[in-house]
């Protein structure tokens, strides 16, 4: 077992987690949501126009570099109420070489507010209909 497995395992053993999926009714809500309001709701955590490319990093275990991204090629959303973040994942894998892009938004206060998130980036283009919901043994 190589060491980054082995640390991956050991991650896994310490964090527990489920996730929320969106409902029906939820996902057509979103489908229908005017990309104007979609804007307005990452506009409250601090992004200006999530229809354009931002900044997103690569995971601290693979360099950390940054780069452009588009809400359209998010793939994963976790939200962690410990730190009240809520990191949007485009794509990659540490099992098949290829690693996450990340970017987080802050101030999330609980898991209504992350699921609004959601739909405003399924609204927008976002490849998920799920929010992970990550907490810590100690949380």
Same mark, same amino acid.
């Given at each position: =077992?190589?060491?980054?497995?082995?640390?991956?395992?050991?991650?896994? !053993?310490?964090?527990? %987690?489920?996730?929320?999926?969106?409902?029906?009714?939820?996902?057509?809500?979103?489908?229908?949501?005017?990309?104007?309001?979609?804007?307005?709701? !990452?506009?409250?955590? #601090? *992004?200006?126009? =999530?229809?354009?490319? *931002?900044?997103?990093?690569?995971?601290?275990?693979?360099?950390?570099?940054?780069?452009?991204?588009?809400?359209?090629?998010?793939?994963?959303?976790?939200?962690?109420?410990?730190?009240?973040?809520?990191? +949007?994942?485009? %794509? #990659?894998?540490? *099992?098949? #070489?290829?690693?996450?892009?990340?970017? *987080?938004?802050?101030?999330?206060?609980? +898991?209504?507010?992350?699921?609004?998130?959601?739909?405003?980036?399924?609204?927008?283009?976002?490849?998920?209909?799920?929010?992970?919901?990550?907490? #810590?043994? !100690?949380?």
């Amino acid at each position: =077992m190589t060491k980054l497995n082995s640390i991956l395992l050991l991650v896994i !053993f310490f964090v527990c %987690g489920c996730a929320t999926k969106l409902t029906p009714q939820e996902v057509a809500t979103s489908s229908v949501m005017p990309e104007s309001v979609a804007v307005k709701i !990452f506009q409250k955590y #601090g *992004f200006p126009d =999530m229809r354009k490319p *931002f900044y997103a990093s690569e995971t601290r275990i693979c360099g950390g570099r940054a780069s452009l991204v588009s809400i359209t090629s998010i793939t994963k959303m976790v939200y962690t109420p410990s730190t009240k973040r809520l990191s +949007l994942q485009n %794509g #990659g894998n540490y *099992f098949n #070489g290829s690693c996450p892009v990340v970017t *987080f938004v802050d101030n999330v206060q609980s +898991l209504d507010q992350a699921k609004e998130l959601l739909q405003a980036a399924k609204a927008l283009g976002a490849q998920t209909d799920t929010v992970y919901v990550m907490s #810590g043994v !100690f949380d």
